[in-house]
């Protein structure tokens, strides 16, 4: 999220002292001599009025609640300097130099922003801190902590609990990733395309392998084309303004962040789709897995289509089939393509392999297909999350089955609206859904819901080019899906501590495993 508002450049200085950060900062004339601002107080109403401002651009749309909550000195002098009406209107866009700075509660009420004021002590902080609970008109929501520092120079502290110092006075980019290798890279290397230079690079994550953010202030505003498509229906706009379809649109982002042609990026992707192709061709019906939980029930599936007695019949039957000949595979330790994570890797496999069988779709149209399917992973990837620990098993199978169903849509005709539909329908249908692998193991109840997930992806995409739509906005359903995994219990999010892996039975298992996986 772009966050550069003026001139103003602040250099940085950091000393780290065992366990304590410390932030120096090195003030230029231009900080020295100004900024141009409506008074009385410098740290008390300007720098409320940018801690509104950034909060409102981190939170990325309009800011429909506000729950600020006034620390120390901003609590104790606050109203005296305006602190209050400087940070509502810090979270209405305003400037620090606008004239309506003092009437920021009476715009708030005609725009649609309610708020509350109260104070909190936030223990050992700036004294010019603040708390701010927000909510967006989507449902989106955020809490940051900051502080006025003086001379209208501010501090982001934390970022939904996670520690983010930043000012805002840098075009700054702010990750929020699991803590995983090769996050940095992906992020660092994506800039460097764009040539965009690095100022400064923080990192922090609540605990290993668990929720991270990088904190990137760069010297150069980031380009808009130097990041992922961050809607749905920013694609769909693309489309109509380009008259391209979903999938071109995809590719010539691709293309511009790896910086090669289109020829070569399709190669890569039929490279995807074929070693998709592959793990479905080379599952073996009579192995199972170290722990002996999952294997052989594709063989089991198989033999059912071939007897004829599925009720759902032989189409549905072989999508059935392949999510579980995958996902066992997977739990095998075979070769597969993580669409988007290996615990969901059966998911699009199976219903594009099914359906480039069973309807005869051309290898270079299940390509185009996979395009769409990765653009709306980018989507959900830059606006929620696809790992199980961040936000549950409705961040894997959830989003493989809008991928899948997006992907559906667009072969059988569907246009852009009708894609993003099929996804937002895919995807409400599995919000919620706990991660509780058994064991901590991708096995039970994973590869079984990666059925689930295929069969739920033909449903939706059915019923879209039914002409049945979501009523709720496919970006709306993303936002939501990311709420509920943000309070979700960690036991429920790829800990092997509850919901099914919580059982006696789930317990049982995990015990006679110890110290043999």
Not at 113 to 132: A, C, E, M, R, Y
Not at 469 to 474: E, W
Request: aromatic share 6%.
């Amino acid at each position: 999220q772009k966050l550069y508002d003026g001139v103003y450049q602040i250099w940085y200085t950091l000393f780290f002292a065992s366990q304590n950060k410390e932030i120096t900062r090195i003030m230029n004339l231009l900080d020295i001599i100004g900024p141009v601002m409506v008074g009385p107080s410098s740290s008390h109403t300007a720098g409320a009025v940018k801690i509104g401002r950034v909060c409102h651009k981190l939170l990325a749309e309009k800011v429909v609640r506000a729950d600020i909550y006034f620390h120390g000195s901003f609590l104790a002098t606050g109203k005296g300097h305006g602190t209050d009406k400087a940070v509502v209107a810090g979270l209405l866009g305003m400037q620090v130099d606008d004239p309506a700075i003092p009437h920021s509660f009476e715009i708030a009420e005609r725009e649609g922003l309610q708020f509350t004021l109260s104070g909190i002590d936030l223990g050992d902080v700036h004294p010019n801190s603040v708390k701010l609970e927000l909510t967006g008109e989507s449902g989106r929501t955020l809490e940051v902590i900051a502080a006025s520092i003086g001379g209208g120079r501010i501090e982001i502290c934390e970022i939904d609990g996670l520690t983010a110092n930043f000012s805002g006075d840098y075009p700054t980019l702010i990750v929020h990733n699991i803590d995983q290798p090769g996050h940095v890279t992906e992020v660092t290397s994506m800039l460097a395309h764009k040539s965009v230079n690095i100022a400064t690079m923080q990192l922090y994550r609540a605990s290993r392998g668990g929720n991270a953010v990088m904190v990137i202030e760069c010297d150069q505003e980031i380009p808009a084309d130097a990041l992922m498509y961050k809607s749905l229906e920013e694609i769909c706009e693309m489309t109509t303004k380009e008259g391209k379809p979903f999938w071109k649109i995809v590719q010539e982002d691709d293309c511009r962040e790896q910086g090669i042609s289109e020829g070569e990026a399709f190669e890569q992707m039929r490279g995807m789709y074929q070693a998709m192709r592959e793990a479905d061709n080379n599952y073996d019906g009579k192995l199972k897995s170290a722990s002996g939980l999952v294997g052989t029930d594709g063989e089991k599936m198989h033999a059912a289509r071939e007897a004829g007695t599925l009720l759902c019949g032989k189409f549905i039957g072989k999508v059935m089939e392949k999510a579980l000949k995958t996902g066992e595979s997977n739990a095998c330790m075979k070769r597969i393509v993580a669409a988007p994570t290996a615990g969901s890797c059966g998911v699009v496999p199976a219903v594009f392999l099914t359906l480039e069988e069973e309807k005869h779709f051309s290898e270079e149209k299940m390509v185009e297909a996979l395009y769409v399917a990765a653009g709306i992973g980018g989507v959900i990837a830059n606006r929620a999350f696809l790992a199980g620990a961040a936000g549950g098993c409705q961040a894997e199978i959830g989003s493989a089955s809008a991928m899948a169903a997006g992907g559906v849509a667009y072969l059988m005709g569907g246009d852009a609206e009708q894609i993003s539909h099929a996804a937002a329908l895919a995807l409400k249908n599995l919000l919620g859904l706990a991660c509780d692998p058994v064991a901590g193991l991708v096995e039970v109840p994973c590869v079984k819901r990666n059925v689930m997930g295929a069969v739920n992806a033909m449903t939706s995409s059915d019923m879209v080019m039914a002409g049945i739509t979501s009523k709720i906005p496919p970006d709306e359903v993303i936002d939501a899906m990311r709420a509920i995994g943000r309070s979700m219990s960690e036991d429920i999010r790829e800990t092997g501590k509850g919901g099914l892996a919580g059982t006696p039975t789930g317990v049982a298992i995990r015990e006679r495993m110890a110290g043999t996986l």
